[in-house]
Structures are given as C-alpha cells and as structure tokens.
C-alpha cells in the first residue's frame, strides 16, 4: 500500500497571522503526530521569510491522511488557518 507524503508551504498574508499560526502550532503539531498512521509531520517558520512555513507530512495510507484532514477540520486549527494560503503537492509512493 503506497504512503503518502505531503510537502510545501503555508504563507501568511501578514506577520500577526503568522504569529497567530505560530502559537496553535505545537497543539496542532502533538495532536496530529498522535494519530494512527502519521509517520512525520514538522512545520518550521522560516527565519528568512517569518510569514512562510514549510510543512512536510507522511502517512501510512491515504485513509490515515484522510483520517487527519477530518481531524484537523474540526479544531481550532483550522478556524485560525482557514483562509491562509497553501502550496502543497501531495504524492503517493511504494517503499
């Protein structure tokens, strides 16, 4: 069954959003290397760009992947980052 694997950029519209993101992301980050089927996901502010955050995710499956989605569209999170824009690619590949 192929992992999928998720990477790119969240990129805040002004610093106060970023700062906003930056402090509901740890919680974001522990709830969600909790569930089944996450095997990484890291999110860093760059110190060059304080507005952009590289996101790096990998899962199992897509069913776990899907599983966090639905998750994560019920928190906080996601009324704090609805709307930020977003530039990920997401892949599926056989190890």
Do not use: N
């Not at 507005?51 to 906080?76: C, K, L, N, Y």
């Amino acid at each position: 069954m192929p992992r999928l694997y998720l990477s790119g950029f969240l990129i805040c519209r002004t610093l106060e959003e970023a700062d906003r993101v930056s402090e509901h992301l740890p919680d974001h980050i522990r709830l969600t290397r909790a569930e089944p089927g996450c095997l990484r996901f890291e999110v860093l502010r760059s110190h060059a760009d304080p507005v952009r955050f590289a996101v790096s995710e990998a899962f199992t499956d897509r069913a776990a992947f899907e599983a966090h989605q639905a998750r994560a569209s019920e928190t906080i999170w996601a009324k704090v980052t609805k709307g930020i824009p977003r530039e990920y690619e997401i892949r599926e590949e056989t190890d």
